[in-house]
């Protein structure tokens, strides 16, 4: 889903936002970025997303967090060594077949 929707740089850092606002220089006034607002449309769906697919167990973990980037990096901190860990238990299990 990451990839095919162009989603994953969202989650792993390089698809960075757009200053929210930009300068007219005809008016000397700011304006609404609309790079920036498809960038935050995008982020906050893929954070719906991650939310939505959670227990309410690990929501503690991504409560208050404003970016779907601040969400996964919560969760793999939390638990991305359990998954390395799990990683390593499969292949040692498949190693002795």
Same mark, same amino acid.
């Given at each position: 889903?990451?990839?095919?929707?162009?989603?994953?740089?969202f +989650?792993?850092?390089?698809?960075?936002?757009?200053?929210?606002? +930009?300068?007219n220089?005809? &008016?000397? &006034?700011?304006?609404?970025?609309? =790079?920036?607002?498809?960038?935050? #449309? *995008?982020? /906050?769906? !893929?954070?719906?997303? +991650?939310?939505?697919? +959670?227990? $309410? %167990?690990?929501?503690?973990?991504? @409560?208050?967090? *404003? &970016?779907?980037? %601040? =969400?996964?990096?919560? !969760? $793999? *901190?939390?638990f991305?060594? @359990?998954? %390395?860990? #799990?990683?390593?238990? !499969? /292949?040692?299990?498949?190693? %002795?077949?």
């Amino acid at each position: 889903m990451l990839n095919c929707d162009k989603l994953k740089g969202f +989650i792993d850092g390089t698809s960075l936002a757009a200053p929210p606002l +930009i300068s007219n220089s005809s &008016t000397s &006034t700011l304006e609404s970025n609309r =790079a920036y607002d498809d960038w935050f #449309r *995008k982020d /906050q769906h !893929l954070l719906s997303w +991650i939310l939505s697919s +959670i227990s $309410e %167990e690990v929501f503690t973990y991504v @409560v208050g967090l *404003k &970016t779907s980037f %601040e =969400a996964w990096q919560s !969760l $793999e *901190k939390a638990f991305g060594f @359990v998954s %390395e860990n #799990r990683q390593l238990q !499969l /292949q040692d299990l498949t190693a %002795e077949d």
